[in-house]
């Protein structure tokens, strides 16, 4: 290690603590107080919030969908225009941060599709009228209902993935905060919604969004902050102007000034803090530098069925959900629902902590959610070469690793 090089199992270490991944220490906290303290939780349709709160916060599934039903935490487009699972304190600032994205797709469609502006507003103000505030209605419903004024968009827009003018008109309701999604059966990973009609005021500005992120990922650099944000150099120069950023020692990473302090005085835990979380967590995405979570000795390890035969120090984002200890990734596994059972690769030996983690996570998903897809289409057939690989590594394993189920 350099002189004044930060020491990556501290980082590691310090980004874990900040991230509520140290040991279950947060356990009582709501839905919203998580999502608040750690960051926003990335939602692709699959159950990447749920594990998240889960491992942060020891929250079942129930506890996460009153909280979705009673608004206090909710789904919505933010940060580049993705859809991420928001406290209801950060609902006006998470539509600000997408709000772009709406307006871009629009002008897409207008340059490249024949459709103009004034009909995406009429579009507007007929999806408007027809929902209500408590009977969400789906898009072939509200589609039927609308008529003529959702235009099919031909072979063209099908190429680009929009085939009607409703997906135009529903994406800008939701960045004006006058629509909210909400799931058809109240829960995050299943991707059937409903629309119902929503008041919610969009504001914040882009040092709004900065304090946020650094008080959910720093030390970060510029560079984590911009793939975050999505702004591009100037805009994340003016959004980190007003903020009383320290650059560390031999690094790009900057860190608050007020938790100087605090980080001086932080030193890596004796004892292990074993979490299973989904592969585009917080403790990664919020980031995305993915080779500081990985250790030296791990690096060089292939991901379960990897495609690409690069190493997993290497890639950009992880293909599985991971075990953490203290921030670095020990281990990959999945779920397999027809067993009804989690297959995991650990790079770590087992002990009873890390045991009785998975059971938990393992007794989680079977009981409560069913399945561990990692995204909207990911499904146990799409799923089975990783498990698979996972199975075959661990008759392989070596001494210092642990085989799964």
């Known amino acids: ?85 928001l406290p209801a304190a950060d609902f006006a600032l998470g539509l600000a941060a997408g709000a772009g994205v709406a307006e871009t797709e629009i002008a897409t469609a207008v340059r490249h599709l024949g459709v103009t502006r004034d009909e995406v507003e009429q579009l507007c103000l007929t999806v408007s009228e027809l929902l209500s505030d408590t009977e969400p209605l789906g898009p072939q419903q509200i589609r039927t209902a609308a008529g003529p004024a959702a235009r099919q968009l031909g072979e063209a827009g099908r190429r680009r993935g929009v085939s009607t003018t409703l997906p135009l008109a529903l994406g800008l309701l939701q960045a004006r905060g006058l629509i909210r999604r909400v799931p058809v059966d109240g829960r995050l990973d299943q991707q059937r919604y409903g629309y119902l009609r929503w008041d919610q005021a969009v504001h914040g500005e882009a040092a709004d969004l ?26 994340a120069k003016a959004a980190l102007a007003p903020l009383e950023l320290t650059r560390l020692p031999g690094d790009e990473l900057l860190m608050p000034t007020e938790l100087l302090d605090e980080w001086a005085a ?7 803090a074993y979490a299973l979380v989904a592969g585009i967590d917080g403790l990664h995405l919020l980031h995305r530098d993915l080779a500081r979570l990985v250790d030296e000795r791990d690096a060089g390890r292939l991901a379960p069925a990897s495609r690409t035969g690069r190493s997993f120090g290497s890639e950009s984002d992880p293909s599985t959900h991971l075990v953490v200890d203290r921030g670095r990734i020990v281990g990959f596994w999945e779920y397999d629902p027809e067993q009804r059972e989690l297959v995991h690769q650990l790079f770590v030996p087992m002990d009873a902590a890390l045991r009785a983690g998975i059971d938990a996570v393992e007794t989680f998903v079977r009981e409560e959610l069913g399945d561990a897809r990692s995204f909207g289409l990911d499904s146990p057939k799409s799923r089975a070469p990783k498990l698979a ?17």
């Open 389 to 405: 690989a996972l199975r075959t590594a661990n008759r392989y394993a070596s001494p210092g690793s642990s085989s799964g189920r």
């Open 1 to 85: 290690m350099a002189n004044g090089e930060i020491p990556a199992a501290k980082l590691r270490a310090w980004w874990a603590h900040r991230q509520w991944l140290d040991g279950g220490v947060h356990r009582g906290a709501s839905p919203a107080e998580v999502l608040a303290a750690t960051g926003w939780a990335r939602s692709v349709g699959g159950t990447a919030p749920y594990l998240g709160l889960f491992a942060r916060a020891g929250l079942g599934r129930a506890a996460v969908d009153a909280a979705l039903a009673a608004v206090e935490v909710q789904e919505l487009p933010a940060a580049r225009g993705c859809t991420y699972v």
């Open 266 to 272: 932080f030193t890596v835990p004796e004892q292990p």
């Open 210 to 235: 900065a304090r946020r992120y650094f008080a959910w990922a720093a030390p970060a650099s510029v560079r984590h902050f911009r793939w975050f944000s999505g702004f591009n150099a100037a805009t």
